[in-house]
């Protein structure tokens, strides 16, 4: 069923749209599964569940950190991640640079950005992209974080509409953002789509799309 699902969604991505297969709450084996049918990208949501998957599983997966990251978590996340989608605040991208520093090590970055409806939502705001990313390709802040891209997650609902529209707004916010700071080289990932809204994402340019549910099925909570 996984191998079903997997060559499904694969069939109708985009070549060049990166598939990244939620693999949160479910055991290793399932993980293995998906893997056996030649699935290689991860994302993972908890830190110690990421590093626990990460030592067990092939080395020549790539691991994606999803979700919030506290600062004295970081030792269990980032020798393993190739990107950090989940960077949400200006104090969590200090941490993650010093790690980098004293680690020799520079870590791939997405910004979180809050575009769904929800007050609870995670993510910084357009403005704070801007000053964050300027300050980034002046040069002086954050050499050790490389700034790949843009993350963000829809309204929950079901609401077409509402979602395109959250799409459209990350949408134009990369494509801004793609133009003003050309210095930033690897600044070319828009994260957008999940289970039950990455075919609206694809239309408004999603580069990755992070599927769970539709890949493995329901998560027990
Ligand atoms: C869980 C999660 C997903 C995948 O959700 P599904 O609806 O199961 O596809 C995608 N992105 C983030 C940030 C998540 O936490």
Redo the contacts with the bound molecule.
């Keep these: 069923m996984i191998a079903d699902n997997l060559e499904r969604i694969k069939s109708e991505l985009p070549s060049g749209v990166k598939l990244v297969a ?1 693999s ?1 709450f479910h055991p290793l084996s399932v993980l293995l599964e998906a893997y056996a049918n030649g699935q290689t990208v991860f ?1 993972e ?1 908890r830190p110690q569940e990421f590093a626990s998957k990460a030592v067990q599983m092939p080395q020549d997966v790539e691991w994606h950190f ?2 919030h990251l506290q600062t004295n978590k970081l030792k269990l996340v980032l020798p393993y991640a190739s990107v950090v989608e ?1 960077i949400d605040t200006e104090h969590l991208l200090d941490a993650v640079d010093a790690w980098g520093a004293r680690n020799n090590k520079v870590i791939n970055v997405l910004l979180e950005v809050h575009i769904g409806a929800e007050e609870s939502k995670q993510g910084f705001m357009p403005d704070e992209v801007y000053e964050i990313l300027s300050r980034a390709e002046s040069g002086s802040c954050w050499p050790f974080v490389d700034f790949c891209g843009l993350m963000g ?1 829809a309204s929950h609902t079901d609401d077409e509409e509402a979602i395109a529209g959250d799409f459209a707004r990350i949408k134009a916010l990369f494509d801004e953002c793609c133009s003003r700071y050309t210095g930033l080289k690897d600044f070319k990932q828009l994260s957008i789509g ?3 809204d990455w075919r609206i994402a694809l239309r408004y340019g999603a580069t990755q799309v ?5 890949i493995f099925g329901a ?1 027990e909570y």
């Excluded at 992070?210 to 539709?214: D, H, K």
């Design positions: 939620v949160k994302g949501n999803i979700g989940s997650m999940m289970s039950e992070r599927i769970g549910t539709a998560r």
